[in-house]
């Protein structure tokens, strides 16, 4: 194989920007012509994640860089919409499951009739209202209420209201505002759903399993509803459990894989078996527990309930 001086080339040899994507015209105006551009793709210099958009490789694959390279492409009446709107206001478990592991397409949308077509955005048609969007870092993003409709109607049902739940926390609008949201979509896609899920949501809710895992709790009918957080006061200061019964002194605690790894195992019972000391009942959950074919969580919370009552009773 024959070598080429580019075989002796990292990134930060060439002679372009460093910290942010450029389009084709810079590339070829700073690399001297077109096919030194296409050579430096080809060695593993430069990447191209869209066309007409050129970056370093060795900038990371986040969804920064992808709205930076979407803002040198996008038509100006592209409008960024559903989980990426809800990242850009502040929401940032709003983001797919798994997101952490593969970046994420950015969700962009044109208006009714025309779609965006390119390597780095999810893209259709929308109809908004002007109420309906803000601009964000000179982006156009919808707004958050409009946000959490959309992701409340579109998304699946578990999803939906861990986003509703996301979006109510960062407190851009009230409950209120929520609760009257989906009168105007009548007849939309996902409409039912979003009615449903809407007057569940509940801001208090600080990650998306503790979110499915009470929607789980509210699926059993004829369970009394949990408090999210509930405050208990310990030798320890404070301390809140995901979803509880304080007159039953129940608790159901979700152990997501992030936080509730094999390290934090020490701590979590430790917390855990004072309180089981002074009377409750906690029964933690997985995510084996919580979703998939094999979930048990109904059965187990039916239980825990159970139990906390023949108790108080005795």
């Known amino acids: 194989m024959t070598l080429t001086y ?13 910290d942010r994507p450029f389009t084709t015209a810079e590339a070829v105006r700073l690399l001297r012509n077109p096919d030194a551009v296409r050579a430096a793709v080809r060695g593993g210099l430069l990447v191209s994640p869209v066309r007409g958009v050129y970056h370093v490789a060795t900038l990371d ?25 809800g990242w850009l206001h502040g929401a940032p478990r709003i983001l797919a499951p798994g997101s952490h592991l593969v970046v994420p397409a950015v969700d962009a949308y044109l208006p009714l009739g025309r779609r965006l077509r390119n390597g780095l955005a999810e893209s259709g048609s929308r109809g908004l209202r002007a109420e309906d969007v803000v601009t964000i870092g000179g982006l156009t993003v919808t707004t958050p209420l409009r946000t959490a409709c959309d992701l409340g109607r579109l998304l699946h049902r578990d999803q939906a209201i861990a986003a509703l739940d996301s979006m109510l926390r960062i407190e851009e609008f009230s409950r209120e505002d929520l609760l009257r949201a989906p009168r105007r979509f009548p007849r939309y896609r996902g409409v039912v759903q979003l009615r449903e899920l809407v007057p569940l949501a509940d801001g208090r809710s600080q990650s998306p399993g503790e979110s499915v895992l009470r929607l789980r709790w509210i699926d059993c009918g004829d369970l009394p509803r949990p408090v999210p957080q509930w ?63 094999q979930q048990d969580a109904e059965v187990r919370l039916r239980g825990g309930v159970a139990e906390a009552l023949t108790r108080r009773r005795a």
């Open 61 to 85: 694959d986040d969804l920064s860089l992808r709205l930076d390279c979407l803002r040198l492409v996008v038509p100006r009446d592209a409008v960024i919409c559903d989980r990426t709107a």
């Open 6 to 18: 580019l075989d002796w080339l990292t990134p930060l040899d060439l002679p372009v920007p460093q």
């Open 231 to 293: 405050e208990v006061v310990t030798p320890w200061g404070s301390r809140f459990l995901d979803l509880a019964l304080p007159e039953l002194k129940y608790a159901g605690e979700y152990d997501g894989e992030e936080f509730h790894g094999p390290d934090q195992e020490e701590h979590d019972e430790e917390r855990r078996g004072w309180l089981r000391e002074g009377g409750w009942i906690i029964d933690v959950f997985r995510k084996e527990h919580v979703y998939g074919p």
